[in-house]
């Protein structure tokens, strides 16, 4: 089922303003939620990778038309070894218990995770665009990853991530919907690009952050969190 401009454009202000909400409450939010905190860390975890297994890697087999299968996946893996490679110099950084070395780190994980927040908002249009009921599934998945991640970083950063880092983060989704309401529609290679980034992005951080050591996490949970998704969208494509 195909829906038409007007209404992709209202779903996806529905989920950037969702969004915005979740990185502007995520500490009441992560209060009230996460009460057993392995348990809703892991839950959330496997809702988002199961969203990268059934919807973003398909989206990359439909890339294979306009890049090739090797040059899209390709593309995917230098996501994943650009989010690695920043988080690796943030790692190397830490050693040093210096204040300019913290907020160093703090602005590169900025960046990094803003691009992110941009490509969630900018890449989610055309999947609206076959589902109406996929909308409800994909608010309810990224934003527990959203919240797990504002967690994370709320925990390394403290007061500048109250202060300022999850404002830029409200930012970028900002800038993404702003482009995806007035920017002309991208060309599919284009498109099919940033999503593949967004695809080596997401799991990167989905494996960093929402698969921890095993006495993080719960695994029987994670596998909740995958069955949930399944039969939510199961139940979405009885609905269309």
Known sequence: MHTDSIVVIELTTLVAI??????????PLHKWLYSSEKIAISFGGGMAITYVFLHLLPELEKG?????????HLVTLIGFLLFYSAQHWIWSQTRDDSQKHHTRAFWLQMIFVSAYNFLLIYSIPEQF????????????????HLLSTDYHLSERYHQLFKHQGRFV?????????????????????FSNTL?????????????????????????????????VYILLLGSSWLLE
Not at 129 to 144: D, G, K, V
Not at 214 to 220: A, E, G, S
């Open 64 to 72: 294979d038309v306009f890049l090739g299968q090797f040059s899209i």
């Open 129 to 144: 665009e076959q589902s109406i009921p996929f909308a409800f599934i994909y608010i309810l998945a990224m934003s527990l």
């Open 169 to 189: 983060l409200m930012a970028a989704i900002t800038c993404g919907l702003v482009t995806d309401l007035w920017a002309e529609a991208a060309n599919r290679m």
């Open 18 to 27: 969702a969004f915005v909400a979740i990185h502007y409450w995520s500490h």
């Open 195 to 227: 999503t593949a980034l967004l695809a080596g992005f997401l799991m990167f951080n989905i494996f960093k952050e929402e698969i921890p050591d095993h006495k993080d996490t719960r695994f029987f949970w994670f596998v909740c969190g995958v069955a």
